[in-house]
């Protein structure tokens, strides 16, 4: 009998150690998944670290990836390749680009191609700048994700035409109820014309309520705008593509307002890319509709008010004011101030030591002294509220 007892225990733990081995098992939705042995991360390599063709091999193959593989226990065909190619100022957490394959361990491009996804994180044509590449494999359910090593590349973007022909007249106005000008044509200026930010793109910055509004090249014309060609598109009050119209050619649907309560935008148009985005401009102080320099570098010193019009800002557009010329002593520094007379608003530097400050960088509400240029002289002084930004030039 005794014996029969321990055979029974003997079979009780043995169903048990069976039981408890069967939970040990990964169950999602009643499925057994495989126990996966880790992988070893992939190794990064490439063909070339410079891009710097000429536009007429834009059809040639001029970068290829290889990696190698992690070495899971899965059947190769079915592991994931993510490559991530970002700005080095990106580090792969803003917006990199991503390109997906399936049981390959390489991937190929052509100079347009690369050429085209450099343009897209809106680098300047022949500029060489970093470009950071990495490899992250995976299990075909994203599991055990390994990050390869980072390849840098020194890559200089060639000019293509811009999807949108840019206006002929190098401006850009912008018109509808959505604006404080309303749909009067010829529109006020310069409040409601668009800065040039770079050769390609127009900028502004404008108080915007409900209604909608169109882009004009020539302000005082109907011919020619910059519309939409779907005005209801989900999300397109946010940004997405626009449309040029030419002379005679109908169509094209207004800009709908992201707002129908009035406040300031930034208007973005990036005609290379035929793109616009419009975001809320929620900066300390507001824009200013006037603008002065005030400090030991002006000749007025920093007595306040400060002498007009040697010291007041004249203001080009929506975004930008200019002092055409002014005398700065170096080693002093000053201030901007939105009212003369008022030190209860200014703006400052970003960082009064940062390296060539004296020729311009970023500004800020209540920012530093801005440090005077190294040598004393006449200088242009441009601000743009656009891009927060300040410049000088030696005249």
């Not at 749909?183 to 770079?198: F, G, K, Y």
């Not at 209540?366 to 006449?378: F, I, K, L, R, V």
Request: charged share 15%; net charge neutral.
């Amino acid at each position: 009998m005794m014996k029969k007892i321990q055979q029974f225990g003997l079979f009780l733990i043995a169903s048990m150690m069976m039981l408890l081995t069967a939970c040990e098992k990964n169950i999602e939705g009643g499925n057994v998944l495989p126990n996966f042995v880790d992988g070893n991360a992939p190794v990064l390599s490439i063909t070339s670290t410079t891009f710097a063709p000429a536009p007429a091999d834009s059809n040639n193959s001029v970068l290829t990836l290889n990696w190698t593989s992690p070495r899971y226990s899965v059947d190769p065909s079915t592991v994931k390749f993510v490559v991530q190619v970002d700005t080095i100022n990106g580090n792969f957490f803003r917006n990199p680009v991503e390109f997906t394959v399936t049981g390959v361990n390489s991937l190929r491009w052509l100079n347009k191609e690369f050429n085209n996804l450099l343009l897209s994180f809106g680098l300047p044509f022949n500029v060489a700048r970093a470009i950071d590449i990495r490899v992250i494999s995976s299990h075909a359910n994203n599991n055990e994700r390994l990050i390869s090593n980072v390849v840098r590349v020194a890559a200089t973007p060639y000019r293509i035409p811009p999807r949108i022909p840019l206006p002929t007249s190098g401006r850009v106005f912008i018109v509808g109820d959505a604006t404080d000008g309303g749909w009067n044509n010829p529109v006020p200026t310069p409040s409601q014309e668009l800065a040039r930010i770079d050769e390609t793109t127009w900028g502004g910055v404008f108080n915007l309520k409900g209604g909608s509004y169109l882009l004009l090249p020539i302000n005082g014309s109907w011919d020619q705008k910059y519309a939409l060609t779907n005005g209801s598109a989900p999300g397109i009050a946010n940004g997405g593509s626009f449309a040029y119209y030419a002379p005679g050619v109908g169509g094209g649907d207004n800009f709908p307002s992201p707002t129908t309560t009035p406040g300031l935008y930034r208007i973005r148009m990036d005609f290379q890319a035929g793109t616009f985005s419009v975001t809320p401009f929620s900066e300390q102080h507001g824009l200013p509709s006037n603008l002065f320099i005030v400090g030991g570098a002006t000749p007025g010193g920093w007595n306040n008010p400060v002498p007009t019009p040697a010291q007041q800002f004249t203001r080009l557009n929506s975004a930008e004011f200019q002092i055409a010329s002014l005398r700065l002593t170096a080693g002093e520094k000053y201030l901007f101030l939105p009212t003369n007379g008022d030190w209860s608003r200014k703006f400052g530097a970003v960082n009064g030591g940062a390296p060539n400050i004296g020729l311009g960088g970023p500004m800020a509400p209540e920012g530093a002294d801005m440090p005077a240029p190294a040598t004393t002289g006449n200088y242009r002084i441009t601000v743009n509220f656009f891009t927060y930004r300040y410049t000088l030039t030696a005249l």
